[in-house]
């Protein structure tokens, strides 16, 4: 006896048609899977859910459910075809891939692959030519301007002698070599000039609008912050005037972020494959174990190793990014761990990952500084080459001694004298300090809590007054000023970002804030354990993609999710779009006290926002 069910519209089985389960005989019909008597517990559910909601014949002999359900059309063929997991009697039922928890799937990625590439070269491209644009104007009557004075003649020396320097007269050598070669490399291509000497600094600042496109993206998941990450580092004065002549804090800056990019990477991939080992047979080779998986070779983070050991090979103040980000690896690789059920994480850290951190962090990081002296090495007339003899080895601050060569100990012994060097480059009037007289101190000279909104700028540039054309009626004097100025709409909130990232690090467990701050921070506070040096803006020129980056997470917490209603995502749209013209617009306004063109009195007093600027 069959009999039509109301709720679902399926024909089941009377008494004598049940399955076995239900202690009865099996119809033919029910054998080849004809019959609905097979229905799912949950379409029984279902079913008796929909009872009480009364279905309607249609012409095609499908019914149609009233009431709440009144959505759901199906035909006798529907309901037995819904019933995947139906199988006859005697069959051996389909193994169903299984569903991945969401803790062991991999880290989501951009998937609008060619457009953010688009997006990425376009953009890279626009900064190329804001970079370069009228790049070898600005000079001190055809010679370099402010430090260019030092590495642009030191860089010519090392292209001029295959990689050394030997002759100190022609700068104060106290950094290390890298930085100058680079600046050798433009020199080399296009001479003593201008454009040469700044060609390097002008690539190096057109890499770092790529780069930190590509971690926006990853960070973010979005094209569209990506692409207002590059906006917004092509306005970012600091960068950009640094970007424009040949000094070295552009080179570090360009290291760094590329060692930030790889970090945020290998993060990605070590999760990657831990979602892997989670859902692999207990007898594979990458299946997890007490102490976690073993991950194999992490490339990306032997790229961030490398990439500090260039940092560090331009300044050493390098070896702080070496130091913050090994302890960043380190408390990922455990949170990892734990993330994905390894009941001693720590341990697991400890058997399986610190070894291979200290060798990518400080191996290859020590390693590749110790090769950017490639040149001083091979030469036997390099600027200490010989600084020690055999005699002359002690074991004290004068050397190390060694019988592995003479030629080891004299690096050190140059390494110890630049490092006296910048322990005593005191400010007047610091305690130790050669000039006890505080007026005599630098006039541009600036301390570490005025960095992050740069109250205290630079002057780079400043010849003397003249009349130019294009200035005016031609009859008052025209200036020409060159100032390293953070841009004021991305440095002055600098304080608000910060406090914010904070909150998200701590109170919401957001690890992309947490990366940005030990960024930030490793290139920020090593500055206050000694006060007494002497210091300057520039040095803060590589926080200045932490800070865009920053700025970029903010705006990103502003859009919010696709899921919030039209009202509110139009209106967030308006005011990202906003600030992001504010920025430009404040780059654009500030173009002249950025690149050193002809400006009228009343206008560089108009760009002069603060008193410290002047």
């Known amino acids: 006896m069959q009999q039509s069910d109301p709720g679902t519209g399926a024909t089941t089985g009377g008494a004598d048609e049940r399955s076995p389960a239900l202690d009865g005989p099996v119809s033919p019909a029910a054998r080849d899977g004809s019959s609905a008597s097979e229905v799912t517990p949950g379409r029984r559910h279902r079913a008796r859910r929909g009872a009480t909601e009364p279905a309607v014949d249609l012409a095609d002999g499908s019914q149609r459910l009233r009431g709440p359900s009144a959505v759901a059309v199906l035909d006798r063929e529907d309901a037995l075809g819904d019933d995947t997991d139906v199988v006859p009697i005697g069959a051996v039922p389909a193994v169903r891939p299984p569903v991945t928890p969401k803790r062991f799937r991999a880290p989501a990625v951009p998937t609008d692959t060619l457009r953010g590439w688009m997006v990425t070269l376009v953009l890279s491209a626009v900064g190329c030519v804001v970079r370069f ?42 950094h290390p070599p890298l930085g100058k070669q680079l600046i050798a490399l433009g020199e080399m291509l296009f001479g003593y000039t201008p454009f040469g000497w700044r060609f390097a600094s002008a690539v190096a600042g057109t890499v770092c609008i790529f780069v930190i496109i590509r971690v926006a993206r990853r960070l973010t998941g979005s094209t569209l912050l990506g692409g207002i990450a590059g906006v917004l580092l092509i306005c970012d004065g600091v960068s950009h005037v640094n970007a424009r002549v040949a000094l070295l804090d552009i080179f570090q800056e360009m290291f760094v972020l590329i060692a930030f990019a790889c970090l945020i ?23 997890a174990t007490r102490f976690g998986a073993k991950l194999g070779a992490r490339w990306w983070r032997f790229g961030v190793g490398l990439s500090l050991g260039l940092a560090t090979s331009i300044k050493w103040s390098g070896v702080y990014w070496i130091a913050f980000f090994g302890v960043l690896s380190v408390v990922w690789d455990i949170t990892a761990r734990r993330q994905y059920g390894v009941r001693r994480p720590v341990a697991g850290v400890v058997r399986r990952d610190l070894l291979p951190s200290l060798w990518s962090y400080v191996v290859i990081g020590i390693g590749t500084y110790i090769a950017s002296w490639w040149a001083w090495f091979a030469s036997e007339s390099a600027w200490a080459r010989h600084i020690l003899v055999a005699e002359t080895q002690t074991w004290n601050s004068e050397g190390l001694k060694s019988l592995a060569g003479v030629w080891h100990n004299s ?7 630049m490092l006296d060097f910048h322990s005593s ?21 600036s301390k570490p809590w005025s960095w992050p909104i740069g ?24 200036v020409r000023r060159i100032f390293l100025i953070g841009t004021p709409a991305l440095w002055w909130i600098a304080l608000f970002v910060a406090g914010w990232a904070l909150w998200r690090a701590i109170g919401r467990m957001d690890w992309r804030y947490l990366a940005i701050l030990v960024g930030y921070g490793a290139g920020y506070l090593p500055w206050f354990a ?20 920053g700025i970029v997470l903010v705006l990103g917490d502003v859009l919010g999710s696709r899921r919030f209603g039209v009202e509110r995502r139009m209106l967030s749209l308006g005011f990202v779009a906003l600030y992001v013209g504010l920025v430009v617009a404040n780059f654009i306004w500030l173009w002249p006290m950025l690149n050193g063109d002809p400006m009228t009195q009343e206008m560089l007093r108009a760009q002069t926002w603060l008193p410290s600027w002047g």
């Not at 690096?411 to 004298?417: D, G, N, R, S």
């Open 425 to 445: 480059l005191l400010s007047p009037g610091a305690p130790g300090a050669t000039d006890s007289n505080p007026a005599d101190r630098h006039p541009w000279e």
């Open 530 to 549: 000694n006060l007494d040096r002497q210091m300057y803006f520039f040095y803060a020129t590589p926080l200045a993609p932490f800070l865009v980056l």
């Open 265 to 287: 990477a290998d993060r990605a991939q070590v999760r990657s494959r831990f979602a892997a080992a989670a859902l692999a047979p207990n007898d594979h080779p990458g299946a």
């Open 133 to 174: 644009w009228n790049l070898g104007m600005a000079t001190d009557v055809g010679t370099p301007i402010f430090d260019e004075k030092y590495y642009a003649l030191n860089a010519f020396e090392v292209w001029r002698l295959g990689g050394i320097e030997e002759n100190p007269a022609y700068g104060v050598v106290v």
């Open 455 to 478: 109250t205290r700028p630079v002057l780079y540039y400043a010849p003397a007054d003249a009349p130019a054309p294009g200035c005016g009626d031609g009859l008052q004097n025209c």
């Open 411 to 417: 690096l050190w012994q140059w390494t110890w004298k």
